[in-house]
């Protein structure tokens, strides 16, 4: 029996999380590309899936001195940006930085600038490999990123970064992630490096061709993935996409995960059938609201597909 099905398994506490969603403009033919990673195979949490940068939040993200490298970007401010104005403001900020450490970690790309305002000149080889030394000695919780800071006079881009969704693992799993999703436009003047410890491919890709991987079975997506790259799909520009976003209210999406017949069936707040009051949230017609697995992978439905 699943975990979410046995009412005497009590659910394991979310951990805080961040992710970021790196996106760069194109071509009028393709608008936008995403970056996506593919976890290796033996990894025990989401082997083998497509993912975007991201991870856990530790304490040293939360630390009170890493807001003064902070580009101007409140604790108010950042609260009032992910809807969740009871964060104390040191986690408020810190989801931030996890989102900026997480991605620089996994990716090599890193969201800041010097304190005087000029750019990091990444095309350098002294100071790229200067920066990858960084990358694996905070990886290696040998550096933090306030060190990183006081050390070479930087400023980290929190601004850069724009709230795009929250999730909620669901109850059902017993490793848990509460995890905000940033939005980022790729710095110029930087290249991705692939994290080989943890990854085994990076690649940029449009979200439409990623989806068509999904459904041809060769690329494996998780929930929230599938979700923000339909949702990506459908915006025709970057311009209307930060658009979009700007207008928006984040909502925490906690799925809920429930047995009909040999299957198993993940909901969404938004679905008609989803049960859980006090996240349930109002039907949105012909809108991705569900997922089942088929052939050993996620297939996504709206209601009136069911």
């Not at 009590?10 to 009028?28: F, G, K, N, Q, Y």
């Not at 928006?248 to 989803?274: C, E, F, N, R, W």
């Amino acid at each position: 029996m699943h975990p979410a099905m046995n009412p005497h398994t009590p659910p394991a506490a979310p951990l805080d999380a961040a992710t970021v969603l790196l996106i760069r403009e194109t071509s009028a033919e393709t608008p936008f590309e995403l970056l996506l990673m593919r976890r290796h195979a033996r990894q025990r949490f989401m082997g083998r899936a497509f993912v975007y940068p991201g991870g856990q939040m530790d304490d040293t993200d939360c630390h009170p001195g890493l807001a003064a490298f902070a580009d101007g970007l409140t604790a108010e401010a950042a609260k009032q940006h992910l809807n969740e104005p009871h964060l104390p403001d040191n986690k408020a900020l810190g989801l931030y930085f996890a989102a900026i450490r997480e991605t620089f970690e996994e990716s090599g790309v890193l969201l800041t600038c010097l304190t005087s305002g000029k750019e990091i000149d990444f095309s350098d080889p002294t100071i790229r490999k200067r920066f990858n030394e960084y990358r694996t000695r905070i990886h290696r919780q040998e550096m933090t990123l306030e060190d990183l800071a006081r050390k070479e006079h930087l400023i980290f881009r929190l601004n850069a970064l724009m709230p795009y969704a929250h999730w909620i693992t669901p109850e059902a799993e017993r490793k848990r992630f509460d995890t905000r999703f940033f939005l980022a436009p790729m710095p110029s003047g930087q290249k991705h490096v692939q994290d080989s410890r943890e990854m085994a491919e990076t690649l940029w890709i449009e979200p439409e061709k990623a989806l068509l991987k999904q459904k041809k079975g060769d690329m494996l997506l998780m929930p929230p993935t599938l979700k923000t790259l339909e949702e990506m799909a459908r915006q025709p520009s970057v311009t209307e996409l930060l658009a979009t976003l700007s207008s928006a209210t984040i909502q925490p999406i906690m799925p809920q995960v429930a047995a009909v017949g040999d299957s198993v069936v993940i909901k969404l707040p938004h679905d008609p059938d989803y049960t859980f009051a006090g996240r349930k949230q109002p039907h949105r017609p012909h809108e991705i609201s569900r997922f089942v697995i088929q052939d050993g992978r996620f297939r996504a439905l709206t209601y009136e597909e069911q």
